[in-house]
């Protein structure tokens, strides 16, 4: 059974930081796809960064380029977003997702964790 548990969260002020973090359990995580998605009040979910199984090719939603950086510890089973210049339009519940093993940064994702709030006040 796959668990994927998110960290980090919480309030900050504009131009401030935070880093998430996921853990990971229950599948060989150094083979599959990582990626962070973000759903705001109304408002669709979207992927903002994804990291393919090595860690060479990373991905991003245009609002976060420059912002966001998202890394991988395949020793750790652990994927982390960190998240600078923050704004208030990045507020939102930000969950991890496991895709397919050597899968696409694209998608399917078929795992995810319960999600943490990001809130960033003006």
């Known amino acids: 059974q796959v668990h994927l548990v998110e960290s980090g969260g919480g309030l900050v002020q504009a131009g401030g930081s935070l880093r998430l973090s996921c853990a990971a359990s229950?599948?060989?995580?150094?083979?599959?796809?990582m990626g962070w998605f973000r759903q705001a009040p109304g408002k669709d979910r979207e992927l903002v960064a994804a990291?393919?199984?090595?860690?060479?090719?990373?991905r991003y939603t245009d609002p976060v380029k420059g912002r966001f950086t998202l890394s991988r510890d395949n020793a750790k089973s652990t994927v982390y977003l960190q998240m600078n210049s923050l704004k208030p339009e990045d507020t939102a519940v930000y969950s991890c997702a496991m895709g397919r093993p050597y899968g696409s940064i694209t998608g399917p994702y078929d795992y995810w964790g319960q999600g943490t709030q990001v809130t960033v006040s003006s």
């Open positions: 229950g599948r060989p995580f150094s083979i599959y796809a």
């Open positions: 990291i393919d199984w090595s860690g060479s090719s990373t």
